[in-house]
């Protein structure tokens, strides 16, 4: 235990602990956005989909625990990362160079990370949380896409997910070692790939609900 607690209070630990989480983000951003695509298949079959997963019962509850026990430990570990360098760099740069790697996207992660936590405290309570008896969960989406205003909110959220994830999917395997120039551009290639995977695949839901 004492190793466990000295490792993660170093800085390194809790480099690895972003990292670790914030795959385990990458794959349930995967999974989740591939039973999301049932939508295109209509009411019936979304809906055959939702309640297949809601059969699965303690599985889906342990999963969620381990979501939310993830997303804690990312949040806290980020934010206090954040703090660290801040405080250790009092003096800002008089001019913001993108050398050394640095991206739009590496430069905005403590706020995307801010803003992906606000928009998914807001999609449960508006989604997960909601009242579902006597209506479905497609037809839930389908009213709450019928909103202009949602699906904007929606959509953008989506743009700043993809901006967080072009970022930290590959920095995470920088973590972990893999930093070889033979894999790096192969591994930050499919980190953008991904990330429009997400940006577009989440996206695109809404508007499509807003337009069917």
Known sequence: MNWFVQTFASSIGKKWMMAVTGLGFCVFL??????????????????????????????????????????ILHVATGLILFYQNFVSRPDRYAVNKTGGGRTIGSRTMPYTGLIILAFVVFHLINFHFVDKSGTTIYDILAQAFASPVYVLLYVLAMVVTAFHVSHGFWSAFQTFGVNHPKYMPFIMGASIAFSLVVGLGFGFLPIYLAIV
């Open 30 to 71: 995967t999974t989740h956005l591939a039973g999301n695509l049932f939508i295109y298949g209509g009411r019936d079959a979304f809906n055959a989909y939702a309640e297949h997963l809601h059969s699965l019962g303690p599985l889906v509850t342990i999963s969620e625990l381990g979501l939310f026990a993830f997303a």
